[in-house]
Structures are given as C-alpha cells and as structure tokens.
Nanobody, 120 residues
Framework: QVQLVESGGGWVQPGGSLRLSCAAS????????MAWYRQAPGKQRSWVAI???????NYADSVKGRFTVSRDNAKNMMYLQMNSLKLEDTAVYYC??????????????WGQGTQVTVSS
C-alpha cells in the first residue's frame, strides 16, 4: 500500500502559523482525493480539508479562511498551510489518500499523524 508520512507539526501560540506536509511513496496524481483529518483528545477524527486530483479544495467550516490545502503531483506532496491558529486546532493531524473503486468502496490510506499544539 502507499506510504504516507506527515511532518511539520509542533507547538505554536494562538494566532501563529504552521505548515504541514504529507509525503507519499508514489505520485499523488494517482489518488482521486487527498485530505487532512484531525483528532483532538476525547474527540472523533474529522476532516478539515480535501483536495481533488486537479487541485480543487474544500474546507470544514471550522478552518475555512484560515487553512489552505495544496498538492504538488510532481513531488508526491500535499500541504496544509495553517494560519491564525486557535486553541481548538490542537490535535493530531493525519494525511489521507483516496482512490475510487468502481466496484465498491474507495481505497484509502492513512499516515501516522503529526501533533499540532496551540497554546499560550
């Protein structure tokens, strides 16, 4: 299966910025969708940003206007630029790659996650 590795997490004060990266073992152009999810302590894992093969993004309401997702198909990379970070953004962030299957459920791969901590 495809290998996904997140990086760029760390500690930042409220209002600060971080840029997360997701490196894939094969071209991200092979995936119909890629997405960033996050999971805070005691909370359900949920999506925060989605990007299609051709670069069309979508965002959860909680991050819209603050986060920007992008992908570089040639470099096997997906990014999440996070600005104006809030305490509520503290979570483990996961990279997800999805390839549609015409015969059934989509094929999904996950990274191991990177910790983002926003605190003052």
């Amino acid at each position: 299966q495809v290998q996904l590795v997140e990086s760029g997490g760390g500690w930042v004060q409220p209002g600060g910025s971080l840029r997360l990266s997701c490196a894939a073992s094969e071209s991200v152009a092979r995936f119909n969708l890629m997405a960033w999810y996050r999971q805070a302590p005691g909370k359900q894992r949920s999506w925060v940003a989605i990007i299609t093969r051709d670069g069309n993004p979508n965002y959860a309401d909680s991050v819209k206007g603050r986060f920007t997702v992008s992908r570089d198909n040639a470099k096997n990379m997906m990014y999440l630029q996070m600005n104006s970070l809030k305490l509520e953004d503290t979570a483990v962030y996961y990279c997800k790659a999805v390839r549609f299957s015409p015969g059934g459920s989509p094929l999904s791969s996950w990274g191991q996650g990177t910790q983002v901590t926003v605190s003052s």
